[in-house]
């Protein structure tokens, strides 16, 4: 029974000491955590950047090299909000290619039909007949004229069809489109 007893006591200081040796607290100033350097800042500065892109909160400027002759375009993109699954993977974006003559697409995968209905904020849906190739939508009529309808708004809504499915809607957050486009010099809309 005492030996027990002297077992348990053992077993209890041990603990202690153990709990005690893996305290939070630091013992010195040579165990704080250093500050972040220059680089490390900048570096989780740009990985907040993509979360915040692959949320559908922020645009993105990207460039394109052409293959043949290597001219360089750039482009905008963001990803509609919510369509990012848990991987990491199968965004749903919207792009404006800053060309001589600006082109505007939204990838979607296989659609049913170019037909879609569009919203800018809380205005009223619009049905129209858009352009689809292989997994993308986008208007056709003038690039132009649709980034100049989306550079007075807020949201835009696009709702489509999936080849078997039922229609969805994706939603774009557009209010910071203007200052990005006016930085672009090739962007000229």
């Known amino acids: 029974m005492r030996n027990n007893q002297k077992r348990i006591c053992l077993l209890v200081v041990g603990c202690?000491?153990?709990l005690s040796s893996c305290s939070d607290t630091p013992k010195n100033s040579s165990q704080t955590r250093p500050e972040n350097t220059p680089e490390q800042t900048k570096k989780d500065k740009k990985t907040e950047e993509n979360l915040a892109y692959m949320n559908g909160e922020r645009w993105k400027r990207s460039e394109?090299?052409?293959q043949m002759d290597g001219q360089v375009t750039p482009y905008l993109s963001i990803v509609a909000a919510g369509t990012r699954e848990m991987n990491g993977t199968n965004p749903q974006f919207f792009a404006i290619l800053c060309t001589p003559k600006p082109k505007v697409f939204f990838t979607t995968g296989p659609v049913e039909s170019?037909?879609?209905r569009i919203k800018f904020d809380e205005a009223p849906p619009l049905r129209e007949k858009w352009g689809s190739s292989r997994d993308m939508l986008y208007p056709q009529y003038s690039a132009a004229v649709f980034v100049k309808k989306l550079l007075t708004a807020q949201t835009f809504k696009l709702e489509f069809t999936p080849r078997g499915e039922v229609p969805v809607i994706r939603t774009y957050?557009?209010?910071?489109l203007k200052d990005?486009?006016?930085a672009e010099p090739s962007c000229k809309i």
């Open 64 to 66: 394109r090299i052409d």
């Open 114 to 116: 170019g037909d879609v």
């Open 16 to 18: 202690v000491l153990l």
């Open 173 to 176: 957050k557009v209010s910071n």
């Open 180 to 182: 990005l486009l006016s």
